[in-house]
C-alpha cells in the first residue's frame, strides 16, 4: 500500500503540490486524473525517490521513501514498474535490449534469466503467443524475430507494448501508467485499455494510470482521483464520477470525453 501524506512541493516560486492526501491500495487500479501542471507526474516521482518533498511524506509499504538509502531505493524501483508516455524505448536498441535493461542496470548478468524474463514479459503482453499454450517452434521463430527489432520496425502499438513488457520485468508489485494512450488511434487505445485490465487480473499488480483519455479511465479503473492547483480536488468510483455536479469535475470531464 502507498500512502502520500500531506505532499507539498515548489520548484522556485511555482507551488506545484500543495498537501496531496492520498492512499493507492494494494490490487486496485487507480485513475489520475487533472489538467497538464497540476502535479500528477511530480507525486509520481516522488514515490520512486527521485524527488524528495518538501513538506510531508511518502510511505510505501510502511517505509518512508525519503528516509530510504540508495540500496533501499534501487529495491523499491525493482518493485515498481514504470511505463513512459510515448513508450520511450531506445531507437539504437533492439526490442530485447530494452526490454531487459532494468534489470540489466540494476546488476543482473545472467542470461539466462534476462532472456526468460524477455520471454515472459513480451508473451504477457500479447506480441507472442501464449508460453505454455503455443507450439513450441512457432513461439521460438516469432521470439527470435521480434527480438531482434528495432523501434522504428514497430507499430505505435506494438511500441507500447514493448514499453509495458520493460515495466513487467522483475515481476513489479505496482506499476505505472503515464498517458498510456497519448497519440494512439482508437482501436489501438481500446486494445491498451484491455491489456492494463487484462495484467491487472493476471499478474494482481496495483495499477497507477495517469490519463487524460475518459474513455480510458471509465473502462479500466476501480478509483479515480482528480488533482486541481495542487490538492486532491475528487476521490472516488467511476460512477460516482459520472454522476458528480461538481463544475470544476465536470468541466474536465466534457473536455476530454
Known amino acids: 500500500m502507498i500512502h502520500v501524506q500531506n505532499l507539498h512541493k515548489a520548484f522556485g516560486q511555482k507551488h506545484v503540490l500543495r498537501g496531496v492526501n492520498l492512499t493507492i491500495h494494494d490490487g486496485e487500479t487507480l485513475c489520475i486524473i487533472g489538467k497538464s501542471g497540476c502535479g500528477k507526474s511530480v507525486m509520481f ?18 517505509r518512508e521513501v525519503a528516509r530510504m538509502k540508495q540500496r533501499e531505493l534501487f529495491d523499491l524501483r525493482l518493485r515498481i514498474g514504470y511505463v513512459f508516455q510515448g513508450a520511450a524505448l531506445f531507437d539504437s536498441m533492439t526490442v530485447w535490449e530494452n526490454v531487459i535493461l532494468g534489470l540489466y542496470e540494476h546488476g ?91 495484467l491487472a487480473q493476471k499478474i494482481k499488480a496495483t495499477s497507477v494510470v495517469i490519463t487524460h483519455d475518459m474513455f480510458s479511465v471509465y473502462k479500466v479503473a476501480n478509483r479515480v482521483v482528480m488533482l486541481e492547483q495542487g490538492k486532491v480536488h475528487f476521490e472516488g468510483s467511476v460512477e460516482e464520477l459520472r454522476s458528480t455536479t461538481d463544475p470544476t469535475v465536470r468541466e474536465f470531464i466534457e473536455r476530454y470525453e
Open 45 to 62: 516521482k516522488h514515490i520512486v525517490g527521485i524527488l524528495t518533498p518538501d513538506q510531508g511524506r511518502i510511505l510505501v509499504d510502511d
Open 108 to 198: 543482473e548478468r545472467d542470461m539466462t534469466r534476462l532472456d526468460a524474463e524477455a520471454r515472459r514479459t513480451l508473451s504477457a503482453v500479447g506480441l507472442l503467443p501464449d508460453m505454455h499454450e503455443s507450439d513450441r517452434s512457432l513461439f521460438e521463430k516469432e521470439y527470435a524475430i521480434l527480438r531482434n527489432k528495432k523501434p522504428s520496425d514497430l507499430s505505435g502499438g506494438m511500441r507500447k507494448r514493448v514499453g509495458v513488457a520493460r515495466a513487467l520485468v522483475g515481476e513489479p508489485q505496482y506499476i505505472f501508467y503515464d498517458e498510456p494512450t497519448t497519440g494512439l488511434d482508437p482501436v489501438t487505445s481500446e486494445q491498451i485499455d484491455n491489456l492494463i485490465m487484462e
